[in-house]
T-cell receptor, first 116, second 115 residues
Framework: GAVVSQHPSWVICKSGTSVKIECRSLDFQATTMFWYRQFPKQSLMLMATSNEGSKATYEQGVEKDKFLINHASLTLSTLTVTSAHPEDSSFYIC????????????FGSGTRLTVV | SQQGEEDPQALSIQEGENATMNCSYKTSINNLQWYRQNSGRGLVHLILIRSNEREKHSGRLRVTLDTSKKSSSLLITASRAADTASYFCATDELYSGGGADGLTFGKGTHLIIQP
């Protein structure tokens, strides 16, 4: 079945630094990738949708300059949290799909970001 | 994206009992999915039910969908301690633009199975 690899699984960074999270589709080409954020004991909230080769579409209230998304190839999307602050500490999960071959949504295993 | 509601928010039952979780949503959908999430971990896809289906089974799982009421239920029969987790419903909204719109997740039910 479709597999999505997300890396790193956890990261601790200092306030003010930037962190990059990678999301790779291993055995299929992902025309669309999604980034979600989950705060402790809460549900997943969609942050942005990215289609390969085009700019990401951000959900209302998500700062595009803070959460930089790049989807340069059909198998890789990256989320960069810039100038991270403690309130950015969260669980970030990506998912990928290929509408052309009707793949469902395959999720990565998530990244636990802690900003100290 | 709007979130659906799930109830109960938390459920604690004895091992062997059945657990029922409900989910309501707000828009027209292509399908509805249920996921499990163990504490601090990624999502495990459990089952998908399409908008033209009313009931689906997979092992100890039974899902129903009522599109007229915009609601779904997940039944786990003969629960086990390993079923302890958070359960989320997620809807794939009907989107006429031909693109993918992401999933809208419910708030989740935290299920505790007591041995």
């Amino acid at each position: 079945g479709a597999v999505v690899s997300q890396h790193p699984s956890w990261v601790i960074c200092k306030s003010g630094t930037s962190v990059k999270i990678e999301c790779r589709s291993l055995d299929f080409q992902a025309t669309t990738m999604f980034w979600y954020r989950q705060f402790p004991k809460q549900s997943l909230m969609l942050m942005a949708t990215s289609n390969e080769g085009s700019k990401a579409t951000y959900e209302q209230g998500v700062e595009k300059d803070k959460f930089l998304i790049n989807h340069a190839s059909l198998t890789l999307s990256t989320l960069t949290v810039t100038s991270a602050h403690p309130e950015d500490s969260s669980f970030y999960i990506c998912s990928a799909t290929n509408l052309k071959i009707n793949y469902g949504y395959t999720f990565g295993s998530g990244t636990r970001l802690t900003v100290v | 994206s709007q979130q659906g509601e799930e109830d109960p928010q938390a459920l604690s039952i004895q091992e062997g009992e059945n657990a029922t979780m409900n989910c309501s949503y707000k828009t027209s959908i292509n399908n509805l999915q249920w996921y499990r999430q163990n504490s601090g971990r990624g999502l495990v896809h459990l089952i998908l039910i399409r908008s033209n289906e009313r009931e689906k089974h997979s092992g100890r799982l039974r899902v129903t969908l009522d599109t007229s009421k915009k609601s779904s239920s997940l039944l786990i029969t003969a629960s086990r301690a390993a079923d302890t987790a958070s359960y989320f419903c997620a809807t794939d909204e009907l989107y006429s633009g031909g693109g993918a719109d992401g999933l809208t997740f419910g708030k989740g039910t935290h299920l505790i199975i007591q041995p």
